[in-house]
């Protein structure tokens, strides 16, 4: 375990890369996920349609093409991300918010917000089909009776599915470091190549450092259920 105290600072801040990008890209997951969701239970027959095909789409496109093409072919279709040195510092901390980063952060979001999108529509299902129709009677939008009605009580539904989305999103980060992001993966894999002789204890510290990560997401989910839940 020397080698892991001795390379402590560059250990965390790889995993500061790692959960920046789980905290932009579950957060935008969420929201996305939400719209798709709207979409797909909505009244316009196009925008459900719109909505199944990209969510079939990105559900069947493994994640490092997702990212590649945010990263890659992306810019040549014009699609760039200037944006972050407009709306976003370029550092929090010591981690470097770029345009790399971004792209990477952009490609977890898009690839999350599909599987947000039927967690979601799962807890939907859930909600009984009368509260809907009483909230339309009385007037209510479309809108209103989502927001009011139906998102919270699925929400409160598919916490346990949303809490899974989230963790496999945690894992999924480690896709970023093929685009060069320094985050945990990329960083554990330099310190092997480098110390050869400390595998052992370098896979033991990264592995246990996730499974820290995990159960507090898990700990969390567990506690809102909980506090949500129906009596």
Known sequence: ?????????????????????????????????????????GPIKVLRWAAAIYVTLVRNTPLLIVIFFFRLAAPKMD????????????????????????????G???????????????????????????ARAIGMPFAGVMRYVVLPQAFRASIPPLANVQIALLKNTT???????????IRMRGLLNDNPTARISLFIAFAAIFVVLVEVLSFVANRLERRVRVA
Do not use: K
């Open 1 to 41: 375990m020397d080698v892991v105290w001795e390379h402590r600072e560059a250990i965390a801040l790889a995993f500061a890369y790692t959960v920046l990008l789980f905290v932009f890209a579950g957060v935008g997951s969420l929201i996305g996920g939400t719209l798709l969701t709207a979409m797909r239970v």
């Open 108 to 134: 977890l979001t898009v690839y999350t917000a599909a599987f947000v999108c039927e967690a979601l529509r799962s807890g939907v299902n859930a909600v009984p089909l009368g509260q809907a129709e009483a």
């Open 175 to 185: 896709v970023a470091g093929a685009l060069g992001v320094s985050e945990a993966f």
């Open 79 to 106: 699609l760039r991300f200037d944006f972050v040195d407009v709306v976003l510092p370029t550092t929090v901390g010591d981690v470097r918010i770029n345009n790399i980063f971004a792209a990477c952060t952009v």
